[in-house]
């Protein structure tokens, strides 16, 4: 089984920045790639950003330039850390982990809240 376990949600004021953290149960190498998504009430689930063992980081045009996604080996954690946060920002946040194609990993999801 894996396990994923988000944390670092909260509630900030606008501008303001917070980091999340992904741990893994297991290696974050035996994973083709991790990222992170995220829900708004009403909204469909979108990614915010995917940093793959192999290939290109990507981010959501939205956080590009705000948001950076990072892995921390020793830790089998991957982070996001969001700065310059807009209330638009709020929603709750997923961790993702893809092992061969078709073995799709999701964490419990963590909140954040962004006041304007």
């Known amino acids: 089984q894996v396990q994923l376990v988000e944390s670092g949600g909260g509630l900030v004021q606008a501008g303001g920045s917070l980091r999340l953290s992904c741990a893994a149960s297991?290696?974050?190498?035996?994973?083709?790639?991790m990222g992170w998504y995220r829900q708004a009430p009403g909204k469909q689930r979108e990614l915010v950003a995917r940093?793959?063992?192999?290939?290109?980081?990507t981010y959501s045009d939205s956080v590009k330039g705000r948001f950076t996604i990072s892995r921390e080996n020793a830790k089998n954690t991957v982070t996001l850390q969001m700065n310059s946060l807009k209330p638009e920002d709020t929603a709750v946040y997923y961790c993702?982990?893809?092992?061969?194609?078709?073995?799709?990993?999701w964490g419990q999801g963590t909140q954040v809240t962004v006041s304007s």
């Open positions: 993702n982990a893809v092992k061969y194609s078709y073995d799709n990993y």
């Open positions: 297991e290696s974050i190498f035996n994973f083709n790639t």
């Open positions: 940093i793959p063992s192999l290939g290109t980081i």
